[in-house]
């Protein structure tokens, strides 16, 4: 399938159904946001590279056993190797890795948040990248939906905030804009639980570096007061944000344009608060609805507008 035609955008003629691209995007989203607050309890009693080494370890075996079950095989070609890599890299080690590391230092609510700034940086590339028109008026929805980013973001923060966890929330933000591009451009020559395995070794190997490198001597707080709630949390990463978000988020990204599919990112600021609340007590303010109303609406522009491929 060509760049070209992967690039029509919901509601153009031949374009994906509106109500099943939404609900793709929707349940996506709210698998993705829930993990900040899982995550969050995880990185508590365990270090972050660390656990997140043996996450995506776990991961990759179930996925990688699974797909082989179901007759997909490894990937050819150098091409695709490449770009399994670099997926590897930056949407696991950078964007999970860091991501995971930045809510030792700031609220999983704040992370999420900042998560919710990757399509601007795809829709920014995207043109360049892989030739997709952002059209003036995906431009505003994408702007639209920004401004309830901020809206949220500027009402969350209170007082002092760590600028290394910022730090390191932006700079994952920025691997997972790249491997999203990545997963548009390249066709893998095999099925997509198998990509996701393989992404997700590589992912655990820049991860276990990381964690020889940075964490060795770091206490992981495994006991048998704190094995009820972690052993949940884990299972969940490793089956539901891990294995099943990924496999929709590729669905998703091969389905419509890139930008398009990461709109479905806007939602992580409201989604993200709420699981926070829900599950770790983080506050909620009545501010907070204004900038949900306009991520949604942002949302719907963004994947209303017309674009040729």
Known sequence: MSVQQDSVAIGAPG???????????????????????????????TPPFGISALR???????????????????????????AILLLGLCQN????????????????????????????VVAALAPAVLKERVTALKALGLAVGFAGVLWIMGTRIAGGIDLGGIALA????????????????????????????????????????LTLALELGLPWDVTEATLPFLLPAFAFQVLVPGIGATLLWFALVKRVSAA?????HFLNPALGIGFAWVLLGEAVGP??????????????????TRQRG
């Open 93 to 120: 080690t950078l964007y999970l890795g860091f991501f995971f590391t930045s809510m030792t230092m700031i609220p999983a609510g704040l992370a999420a948040v900042l998560a919710s700034a990757m399509p601007l």
């Open 15 to 45: 374009a994906p159904a509106l109500w099943l691209t939404v609900l793709m995007g929707v349940s996506f989203a709210v698998i993705w946001s829930s993990a900040f607050s899982v995550g969050k309890i995880m990185v508590t009693h």
């Open 56 to 82: 995506f370890a776990v991961s990759a075996t179930l996925a990688g056993g699974l797909a082989w079950a179901l007759g997909q095989r490894l990937p050819r070609g150098r091409e695709a190797w490449r």
């Open 260 to 264: 398009g599919a990461s709109s479905f």
């Open 287 to 304: 501010t907070d609805v204004l900038g949900v109303v306009l991520v949604a609406v942002g949302i719907l522009m963004v994947n209303r």
């Open 170 to 209: 932006v700079a994952g933000t920025l691997g997972l804009a790249v491997a999203t591009l990545t997963i548009k451009r390249i066709e893998f020559g095999t099925g997509l639980l198998m990509v996701v395995a393989c992404q997700m070794a590589v992912g655990g190997v820049g991860c276990l570096i």
